[in-house]
């Protein structure tokens, strides 16, 4: 057992006992972290609001063996999103980043570009002139492409060709975009107007190119898109999907 210490943002917490509470923390040096806060519940703790969901702390835990659960000794506010309390699409595309934290990553698997990349959104979602749906999908890109499973967009997926902007179509199972050449493999591609893969190309891109996709209908088709890729990797539909619009 060693003694710890990072910065960790609160992605999931349920009750364990009268007095305390499981929490699962991403963390920008150790990645996924679950732990036994003792006396997490208690109206007066250690804890204090530390280990409310989307807040980021500074901890202190003790790691066990891989089999075990970790012992949260210490959490101290850092950062907390009040704008997120007064915009529901941003509070729920907010639990979606944890969601998508929690359900896509393994313990102990840090990503330091996912840390830096999920505070960097939950700062922006809410702001005024923000755009929650293309700032929620820049998230959802880098997320994949973090992890291995980004998909193909500016080459065919299946034969690696350059595209011609032309015919296109999405194949999940296939990775990404299709020429029209190899689309006949692939069963589940859907169309694909080439306006909406160069969005998907500025929503994957460092920085804030996501700004730059403000149209409602390219925005809606974007996330449909993602629904379904989103859903196809992971196996299962995420449970906030229905909750998250464009």
Aim: glycine share 8%.
């Amino acid at each position: 057992m060693s003694l710890e210490k990072a910065s960790a943002l609160v992605i999931r917490g349920v009750d364990f006992s009268e007095t305390s509470r499981i929490v699962t923390l991403w963390t920008k040096e150790f990645g996924k972290v679950r732990a036994l806060a003792k006396g997490g519940r208690r109206l007066k703790s250690n804890f204090d609001v530390a280990l409310d969901l989307l807040t980021v702390c500074g901890i202190v835990f003790i790691r066990k063996s891989t089999t075990s659960l970790d012992l949260l000794t210490e959490a101290q506010v850092q950062e907390r999103f009040p704008q997120l309390r007064g915009d529901l699409a941003a509070l729920y595309a907010g639990y979606y980043v944890a969601e998508m934290l929690s359900d896509w990553t393994q313990d102990h698997d840090p990503h330091a570009v996912l840390f830096d990349e999920a505070l960097v959104t939950l700062r922006n979602l809410g702001q005024p002139g923000g755009i929650t749906g293309s700032c929620l999908a820049h998230f959802e890109l880098v997320l994949l492409r973090e992890l291995g499973y980004g998909p193909a967009l500016d080459f065919c997926a299946d034969c690696g060709e350059a595209l011609s902007g032309q015919g296109l179509a999405f194949s999940a199972a296939g990775g990404g975009v299709v020429c029209l050449r190899c689309q006949p493999k692939h069963r589940d591609k859907r169309p694909l107007a080439d306006a909406t893969r160069q969005a998907l190309e500025r929503l994957q891109a460092p920085g804030e190119a996501w700004r730059e996709i403000q149209d409602p209908q390219l925005r809606s088709e974007v996330r449909q898109l993602l629904d379904h890729y989103v859903t196809y990797v992971l196996g299962r539909r995420p449970r906030l999907l229905p909750y998250l619009g464009s």
